[in-house]
């Protein structure tokens, strides 16, 4: 079994900047991809940002330029920087990975609230 373990939500003022992180519990050889999705209250899950194994980045447009996924394969940890944050950002935040034999899996997710 593959485990995420996703941290480095909170509480934030919007303008300000949040960093969040997620270890996997297994080798970066059998991870293609991982990255981040959101779900705000009311709201269906959402694409936020994803790095694959070989470099590409998959994010959605409303991060973009605000918000910087990378990757330390040493650690099988994805980060996530948030910075400009805005009040519809709020949402919890749930870190993926994809692995080769057990396909996608999800973290326990982590609260993002940024305040007006």
């Known amino acids: 079994q593959v485990q995420l373990v996703d941290s480095g939500g909170g509480l934030v003022q919007a303008g300000g ?3 969040l992180s997620c270890a ?4 970066i050889s059998s991870i293609t991809a991982m990255g981040w999705y959101r779900q705000a209250p009311g709201k269906q ?3 936020v940002a994803v790095l694959t ?7 959605a447009d409303s991060v973009k330029g605000r918000f910087t996924i ?6 099988n940890t994805v ?4 910075n400009s944050l805005k009040p519809e950002d709020t949402a919890v935040y749930y870190c993926i990975a ?7 899996v999800w973290g326990q997710g982590t609260q993002v609230t940024v305040s007006s």
Do not use: I
């Open 70 to 75: 990378s990757r330390d394969n040493a650690k």
């Open 24 to 27: 996997a519990s297994r080798t």
């Open 17 to 19: 900047s949040l960093s």
């Open 79 to 82: 980060y996530l920087q948030m």
């Open 53 to 59: 194994s070989d470099g590409r980045t998959n994010s």
């Open 45 to 47: 899950r959402e694409l």
């Open 98 to 104: 994809d692995l080769l034999r057990w396909g996608r």
